[in-house]
């Protein structure tokens, strides 16, 4: 092949690594956004999709969508009550009332969700949750794990005595083929925790192990 004809061959590599690229985000966007259509239609409310939009972030193949998004699996239901948990978090420090803004005037959900946006859009900076399962093969075992594993992180916040010692509480769980164990990073501001976890095998007291990381980096309140 001569050099104009290399040079033809490389641009049409480009174009369609980017055609694809660009294809992969559309349907992440378009998943998440679906994701977001059936926590409303589950639990009949907009301040848990709200949160789900702004304040959660799924960075999952397309291997895993189909899972997260079945009408009578775990995924809708799990990702309703994290959002559930993070509004159970936000009451317990004073700092907002999601259901309470919603349901404010006998109960005239659509009239208040301009209210309910913009104390979303207040407390984007105080707590968030992020899942990553790269690499990872989307089996029974790991979905199963990945659902209590989200379970447990989300009634830690909800129901425990903790605060982050930065003030912000950004969890990110990452599903991990090679781990052997759950480990726990915490940044040095207090505010940024990332949980690894293995996603082929449970490991004893895992939810222990990773409730103790999370109180590593935080303080207990009355």
Known sequence: MNRKGILAALLSAVMLFSVRTTS???????????????????????WQPLLVKGQMDFNISSEWWPKMLEDDGW??????????DMNEYYKRQGLSDLEGI???NNNDRDANRARVQTAVD????????????????????????CHRYMTTIGEFIARDTWLPKGGEAHIALVLSPTAKDVSVSINPDGKHFSITAPSSVEVGEWDTKMLNGLKRGGRDVL
């Open 24 to 46: 992969a985000a559309i349907d992440q966007g378009q998943n998440k956004d679906e994701l977001i259509a059936k926590v409303h239609e589950y639990v009949h409310s907009w």
């Open 75 to 84: 995924g809708v239901k799990t990702v309703a009550n994290l959002a559930y």
């Open 102 to 104: 919603e349901s404010a």
């Open 122 to 145: 207040d407390l984007q900076n105080k707590v968030s949750f992020s899942l990553s399962t790269d690499g990872v093969n989307c089996d029974a075992t790991s979905f199963d794990l």
